[in-house]
């Protein structure tokens, strides 16, 4: 049969046998050239992530190694035109992809860092990628059917790796500080080397009498309004619960920040954390 290429290949196998590819730029199995058959049985039939766009306008075939990297776009994806389903980043990689497809050599990169709208909103994403074309003898005059993509998605490692240079420089700076507010400031001096994972940070000291907690330290905001108050009184009720933090001296996961505050630093999130420092208290949101 014409679709034995589509046989095997897993979840995506069956969803491209189940695409009309009469309705898309690459036509009908049956017309497909040599070059892209045996490049789409290669492909299903491999455990790494594998993309291949094809022809001129890059429709794309993926295997099910690398369905979760366009996550919400899938499985609209499966042969999508790749503009249209990368519209967000193909100012970056569409110059990469054209490259080997218009005959230059292939491209690649360790640490291709990419803002992707794949779960609703724009998300720092990193990969390793290597664009190879894909010799077509059909295809005149240059030779090349498409470009294969291999795809490790290193987001996870990029984001520890850059997470604990943060903790380890907590520890190292901690050392020096010699009173609780010393301690807020260098801690949120270093938060604030690190904005990406820590957009803003409020570190708030509560006083000796227990009833009032002062901003002591704070990065990616300035200290005014509801969002980082200089001076919360816990008798009385406010958008961060420190009250509650105090008493309870316990981890507080705060979760529901846009309905709290109208305006926040881009990609916020928070929690509140607890701490004793000598013989005052220390909270931080």
Known sequence: MDTDVLAGGGEMGALMRSIDWAKTPLGPVAD????????????????FPLLLWWGPQFVQIYNDAYRPIPGSK?????????ADCWAEIWHVIGPMVEAPFRGEPATSSDDLELLIARKGFLEETHFKVAYSPVPDCTVKPTGIGGVLATVAETTEVVYAERQLRTLRALGERAAGARTPELACETAAKTLGENARDVPFALLYLVDETGRTAHLAGACGVAASGDLAPPTIALDTPSKWPLADVAARRSVRLVTDLRDRFAALPWRARSCCRWRRRSSRTSTAC
């Open 32 to 47: 497909w050239s040599h070059a892209l058959r045996t490049t789409v049985g290669l492909l299903l039939r491999n455990r």
């Open 74 to 82: 899938h499985p609209k994806s499966m042969g999508q035109q790749a």
